[in-house]
């Protein structure tokens, strides 16, 4: 008996095994079904708000928990085209047509992302099926219509740009990106046609996009960085350099073109921060420095010298500083650079220059304050050029400390002190011995040496009424309706 049943038992283990795995499994497929609709709703939910890339994520869970659902793929292929990315949501239409090739919207939204991406062939073909499908499908029906106007302008933005008439390929290839933005190709025929026209920052800005659109492409990247250098934005193109490096470390053009930007990058930084630093002697060393690392491009010639000019003006060498200058303004005209070339003529006494210098400035950027600021000090120091300096008298520079300013009076005034002299030459010695101790009173007394760096003489009676009357409050500098009178014990 117990042999029977074990036989029975036996028998039966194998089929209750069986039933329990099927239960199971149908259980497991009813719980999977069910998250894929919840991630279906979700994404439903955040692409009604607009939140395209929550919405992506929960339909690439869907499409992974129920990999043959053709909406799904749909779905998940409309966010994509609405992303603007033309080559995932290709490949999701094409799967949805691939389940069901009678899904007459997901072949139509295929042919759109064919005319953005300008495969004129491929999506006026899909135009064509969508109009057998549908023959009142307005939109498949004009377009399809179009299609032959798009490939021939294409091939008329290729000729234009083969005969060098790049001015007619970029107004043409301008009119067909409106219909096909995607299109990588048409991007960079107008890049080059820019780059021949010599506007290098439309070309970068299509550059771009064409690296958008082909991703990791060395060549485009490359590309990017040299226009870049060539427009003098170093530390731009050193970021652009090294994307093209992470793809292909060896690349044969990058990598060198990378280690001469990053030298001239580390060059031009040191100017920047050896110049907030005061080291203007430092700044123009690596400034030279450029100049022998980079003898072609010119903006970046232009920067070096830029440098030279600035920090040499800094550090008060005002003749070497105008040939800097003057060497860069024959580069390009710039409005900084005009203040630098002025504040160097100030300081050799070449005021008409400077002048002209700070007008010309304003005239590249009127509302430039430095040009303004220096415009008005180089008057004021035209005029008191034709009264005393004080700063001469002494012998000292404007930029002298007081104790400098103090020896340097010592100094003078032994040297005329008038019981030294006689005759003719006393009264020679009397009148420069007033105005050294003049010199002394006005330049070791903050507010007067301020006044007279400002352009007016604190000692001159003349200039002190035409400042009073200038001043916001001239009127109450000549008595008032209300009179006070104090008195102290």
């Not at 470390?249 to 990598?255: D, V």
Request: charged share 30%.
């Amino acid at each position: 008996m117990d042999y029977l049943a074990s036989i029975s038992w036996n028998k039966v283990t194998p089929c209750l095994v069986f039933l329990i795995f099927e239960v199971v499994l149908e259980f497991s497929e009813c719980a999977t079904q069910a998250e894929v609709n919840k991630h279906l709703e979700l994404g439903r939910d955040f692409l009604a708000r607009g939140q395209l890339s929550d919405a992506l994520t929960h339909y690439h869970a869907a499409v992974e928990g129920d990999p043959h659902n053709y909406l799904t793929y749909f779905k998940r292929g409309t966010v994509y085209y609405a992303l603007g990315k033309a080559k995932f949501a290709l490949q999701d239409f094409s799967k949805v047509l691939e389940l069901k090739s009678d899904f007459t919207s997901a072949r139509l939204q295929r042919a759109n992302v064919y005319l953005k991406l300008a495969q004129y062939t491929d999506a006026k073909n899909d135009y064509l099926e969508v109009t057998y499908a549908d023959p009142y499908n307005e939109e498949a029906i004009n377009q399809y219509h179009r299609i032959d106007e798009y490939i021939d302008d294409l091939r008329l933005v290729e000729a234009y740009y083969r005969g060098g008439d790049h001015r007619a390929a970029v107004e043409l290839a301008t009119r067909l990106l409106d219909v096909s933005p995607w299109s990588a190709h048409l991007r960079q025929l107008r890049a080059e046609s820019y780059v021949a026209l010599n506007d290098l920052f439309s070309a970068v800005s299509d550059i771009r996009s064409v690296n958008r659109l082909q991703q990791d492409s060395t060549d485009g990247y490359y590309r990017l960085a040299t226009l870049l250098y060539k427009l003098g934005h170093v530390s731009d193109a050193l970021k652009e350099i090294r994307e093209c490096l992470k793809l292909d470390p060896e690349h044969k053009k990058c990598f060198p073109f990378y280690k001469k930007v990053k030298k001239v990058d580390k060059l031009l930084q040191e100017c920047e921060d050896k110049s907030s630093a005061r080291d203007f002697a430092g700044c123009m060393k690596s400034a030279s420095a450029v100049l022998l690392v980079e003898t072609e491009v010119t903006l970046v010639i232009f920067e070096a010298r830029r440098w030279l000019c600035s920090c040499a003006v800094k550090e008060e060498l005002y003749s070497e500083a105008l040939g800097h200058c003057s060497s860069a303004l024959e580069l390009r005209r710039d409005a900084r650079l005009l203040c630098d070339r002025a504040d160097a003529l100030l300081g050799l006494e070449m005021y008409d220059d400077a002048i002209r210098a700070y007008k010309e400035a304003l005239e590249l950027d009127e509302g430039f304050q430095r040009a303004k600021e220096g415009l008005s000090r180089a008057q004021k120091l035209q005029k008191q050029s034709e009264q005393r300096d004080y700063y001469k008298i002494l012998g000292v520079k404007r930029t002298a400390t007081k104790q400098e300013i103090i020896k340097a009076y010592r100094k003078a005034a032994q040297k005329w002190h008038p019981d030294s002299y006689h005759g003719d030459e006393k009264k020679l010695a009397e009148k420069k011995f007033i105005d050294i101790a003049a010199a002394k009173e006005v330049l070791t007394d903050p507010e007067k040496r301020a006044q007279f760096d400002g352009g007016s003489d604190p000692l001159d009676p003349d200039a002190q009424r035409h400042d009073a009357f200038h001043s916001p409050f001239h009127h109450f500098q000549h008595g008032s309706p209300f009179q006070f009178k104090f008195h102290f014990n």
